[in-house]
């Protein structure tokens, strides 16, 4: 099971971009990188998934290197309600047991 | 389509007592996972499932049991419960094997005194 390491904690200004990196050495050949948002008292949310190189949607972009040892949310100009916990998630085939690392709070003010 | 539906929301309990947390998803999803997030903490796997009648155990499953009789529910039992089991719970659901996106639920948050 890949074991995932993140910053527990970033502060940001609203309108700056922020770049949350988590660090996954033994990441195994089928695992997918997903990133999840969590408010407090509600479930993670679904940010964005990649397996390599950029993925980029409405919200945000995911940067994976060759190697995938590593991979960066980046959220561009946050606001006030993007104060919340991030989580990345490595997790592979069917049948694997997807474990959450500690996560990075993401502090935004005004 | 409701996604996942935890109930309850909220029960507390005394310790040795045992109670089912209800999971049920209408999205005919066949993976399901049941995870527990205490305060201040991050989310920890305690079973999750691949298809009715395959259940698995995740990092922390003792003191807790599952069935998966069918697709749509993943119920949790907590067997003699103690303080150390006061926390959030949340159960979640996906359909794409590959690590895919998880759909979770509201979460029911257990009290244990």
């Known amino acids: 099971l890949a074991k995932t390491t993140q910053p527990i904690s970033m502060d940001s200004y609203e309108g700056q971009e922020v770049n949350i990196t988590c660090s996954h050495n033994n990441i195994a050949t089928n695992d997918y990188i997903t990133w999840y948002q969590q408010f407090p008292s509600q479930g993670p949310r679904f940010i964005i998934q990649g397996y390599k190189t950029k993925v980029k949607n409405e919200v945000a972009s995911l940067f994976i290197p060759a190697d995938r040892k590593s991979s960066t949310l980046s959220l561009p100009r946050v606001s006030l309600s993007d104060t919340a916990v991030y989580y990345c998630l490595v997790g592979g085939p069917a049948g694997t047991a997807l474990i959450f690392g500690k996560g990075t709070t993401l502090s935004v003010s005004s | 389509n409701a996604g996942v539906t935890q109930t309850p929301k909220f029960r507390i309990l005394k310790i040795g007592q045992s109670m089912t947390l209800q999971c049920t998803q209408d999205m005919n999803h066949n993976y399901m996972y049941w995870y527990r997030q205490d305060p201040g903490m991050g989310l920890k796997l305690i079973y999750y499932s691949v298809g009715a009648g395959i259940t698995d155990k995740g990092e922390v499953p003792n003191g807790y049991n599952v069935s998966r009789s069918t697709t749509e529910d993943f119920p949790l039992r907590l067997e003699l419960a103690a303080p150390s089991q006061t926390s959030v719970y949340f159960c979640?659901?996906?359909?794409?094997?590959?690590?895919?996106?998880?759909?979770f639920g509201e979460g029911s948050r257990l009290t244990v005194l």
């Open positions: 979640a659901s996906s359909y794409e094997p590959l690590g895919g996106e998880l759909f």
